[in-house]
């Protein structure tokens, strides 16, 4: 893998690969960002990767897969998506990245009818059939309005709180999608909880304060960041060092 690249495809001026660019540089995978909000263009697909990368990562963001009727790019990344679910590519999608995928397999994408936001650090639980990638508890960083319905022929790998039940899942044997955000990093939370549109949401139903996430965020990030290297070796395989890991 050494020398091989990953692409992150992302939303926001504010989204940050973080932590999930940090484990796959420390793996040897070089990485590489395409905005297409921006006006970047996605790479063709050949055999279901995109050509000259090993697997590509969909982060989130602050609109939803029911715009692609007025956002181009959103229509473009989910047909993008499904040529790589319908070739088991290596596919994982990110809080809106799993939304994408969700609707690529044709699982309704909805809004929480009662204004409630899942923000903050919230526990997700291992399902029987993901044990073996999750721990039976893990304390992860939320933020968003919507969730998925687990779509059909996929397997329900992690379960959160009954608002946002479907919080991880896997689809074939190489695409994955978590409604959580394993990428989260403290400089990428300040900038969301402190920024013009995402401050306000923090006084929403299910959002926690800006100081109760400060004072988790030493608590639970480390956790993440091992439980984040475990997910990779089982997506990709162990790291080109591995032979000199304890």
């Given at each position: 893998?050494?020398?091989e690249?990953?692409?992150?495809v992302?939303?926001?001026?504010?989204?940050?690969?973080?932590?999930?660019?940090?484990?796959?540089?420390?793996?040897?995978?070089?990485?590489?960002?395409?905005?297409?909000?921006?006006?970047?263009?996605?790479?063709?697909?050949?055999?279901?990767?995109?050509?000259g990368?090993?697997?590509?990562?969909?982060?989130?963001?602050?609109?939803?897969?029911?715009?692609?009727?007025?956002?181009?790019?959103?229509?473009?990344?989910?047909?993008?998506?499904?040529?790589?679910?319908?070739?088991?590519?290596?596919?994982?999608?990110?809080?809106?990245?799993?939304?994408?995928?969700?609707?690529?397999?044709?699982?309704?994408?909805?809004?929480?009818?009662?204004?409630?936001?899942q923000?903050?650090?919230?526990?997700?639980?291992?399902?029987?059939?993901?044990?073996?990638?999750?721990p039976?508890?893990?304390?992860?960083?939320?933020?968003?309005?919507?969730?998925?319905?687990?779509?059909?022929?996929?397997?329900?790998?992690?379960?959160?709180?009954?608002?946002?039940?479907?919080?991880?899942?896997?689809?074939?044997?190489?695409?994955?999608?978590?409604?959580?955000h394993?990428?989260?990093?403290?400089?990428?939370?300040?900038?969301?909880?402190?920024?013009?549109?995402?401050?306000?949401q923090?006084?929403?139903?299910?959002?926690?304060?800006?100081?109760?996430?400060r004072?988790?965020?030493?608590?639970?990030?480390?956790?993440m960041?091992?439980?984040?290297?475990?997910?990779?070796?089982?997506?990709?395989?162990?790291?080109?060092?591995?032979?000199?890991?304890?």
């Amino acid at each position: 893998m050494q020398g091989e690249k990953i692409i992150f495809v992302t939303h926001s001026d504010r989204a940050d690969p973080g932590a999930v660019r940090e484990a796959l540089c420390a793996r040897g995978y070089e990485t590489e960002i395409c905005r297409p909000f921006l006006g970047d263009r996605l790479p063709p697909l050949k055999d279901g990767k995109p050509e000259g990368y090993a697997a590509s990562i969909i982060l989130g963001g602050a609109m939803s897969v029911s715009d692609a009727a007025e956002m181009d790019f959103i229509a473009e990344e989910i047909a993008w998506v499904r040529g790589h679910l319908e070739n088991d590519a290596p596919l994982l999608g990110i809080c809106l990245g799993a939304q994408m995928i969700a609707c690529a397999l044709g699982a309704k994408v909805w809004e929480h009818p009662d204004e409630v936001r899942q923000i903050g650090y919230h526990e997700v639980h291992a399902t029987p059939a993901g044990r073996g990638i999750f721990p039976e508890r893990l304390t992860a960083y939320q933020w968003h309005r919507e969730s998925f319905d687990l779509p059909r022929g996929a397997e329900l790998l992690a379960t959160g709180a009954a608002a946002f039940y479907n919080q991880a899942f896997r689809h074939g044997n190489n695409a994955f999608g978590v409604q959580f955000h394993p990428e989260m990093i403290p400089r990428t939370m300040e900038r969301w909880i402190t920024s013009e549109k995402g401050a306000p949401q923090l006084d929403l139903p299910d959002a926690q304060s800006a100081a109760q996430q400060r004072a988790e965020a030493p608590l639970h990030n480390p956790v993440m960041r091992r439980w984040l290297d475990k997910f990779l070796a089982v997506w990709l395989g162990p790291p080109d060092h591995a032979d000199g890991m304890e």
